[in-house]
């Protein structure tokens, strides 16, 4: 598995941070386009699973929302450490218990989701898994695998009951 060694970075703009080369070099060799990031500042940890974008002017970079900055007390002036490995997972993300339990249980809608583009499956699954309650996010999965068997392609419509 492919792993940098820890890094510093910060801030490039309100919501991304640029990734140095010399550190995802092997990333880009093997052109790895997703890639789980550990976050370290002060005593606080948060991992999570991020797109390398590339851009015209050579450099990498990575999005890096308002919601993890505060989840981190990080702002735009502060280093904080950064460590990219090689995305294994499935769909580019942590898929919840909840609703692996639900398309587990439901072999039509699995096959629907599975039939589904990466960005829109990872796209689900971070809807879903934005919900605290375990409770909520089992009722949004059931919700969603009956919009999916009912034919509804419009992602807006798959978590609103009807």
Do not use: C
Not at 41 to 65: H, P, T, V
Not at 83 to 109: P, T, W
Not at 111 to 138: C, D, N
Not at 141 to 151: A, D, E, P, Y
């Amino acid at each position: 598995m492919l792993k940098s060694i820890p890094f510093e970075v910060s801030l490039a703009n309100k919501q991304s941070i640029i990734l140095p080369s010399e550190y995802i070099a092997q990333f880009i060799t093997n052109k790895h386009k997703r890639i789980k990031v550990k976050a370290s500042f002060k005593d606080k940890k948060l991992e999570f699973y991020a797109a390398l974008k590339y851009e015209k002017s050579g450099l990498f970079r990575i999005y890096f929302s308002k919601a993890k900055q505060a989840e981190m007390d990080i702002f735009p002036n502060d280093y904080f450490t950064l460590q990219v490995f090689e995305d294994n997972s499935k769909y580019g993300v942590e898929l919840s218990e909840e609703f692996e339990a639900v398309l587990i249980s439901d072999y039509e809608a699995f096959t629907i989701f599975e039939s589904l583009t990466p960005g829109k499956q990872r796209s689900i699954i971070y809807a879903i898994s934005r919900y605290k309650s375990s409770q909520t996010k089992i009722d949004k999965s059931l919700i969603f695998t009956t919009n999916l068997k009912r034919g509804i392609t419009d992602p807006k419509q798959w978590l609103k009951q009807n």
